[in-house]
């Protein structure tokens, strides 16, 4: 007797009465039931218009952000590869201005060293 007093029996027994009930009274409660289900349901629709409209407003906003962020982040990627080549381009130009100063240099400082001669004494 006491598996008939478990706890899913007793739910399977309360769904059963309460199934039955609404057999014998659908008509009942159902006209009684139908403008607040009416009621419900409006509100439903209601809330998920609302909730549609503000996500479309929040999602164009963000787009708006990521397309300006996008925007800014190509410009300065462009300035970056602008200053980049105009900073290789000026790298250059001094490594050929050393290059040509050195040679010069380089130049004097052979004619300056004394040669060495091999010169043999004989003992």
Known sequence: MHWLLGKGNLWFAAGGLLGALLLTGSEKVLRGAKPVAVSLLKEGYSFKEWLATRYDLSREEIEDVLAEARHEYEQQARAT???SDREDELLA????????RKQPAAKAKAKAAPRKTSIKKEA
């Open 81 to 83: 590869d602008s200053d």
């Open 93 to 100: 130009r001094l490594d050929a201005i050393i290059q040509e």
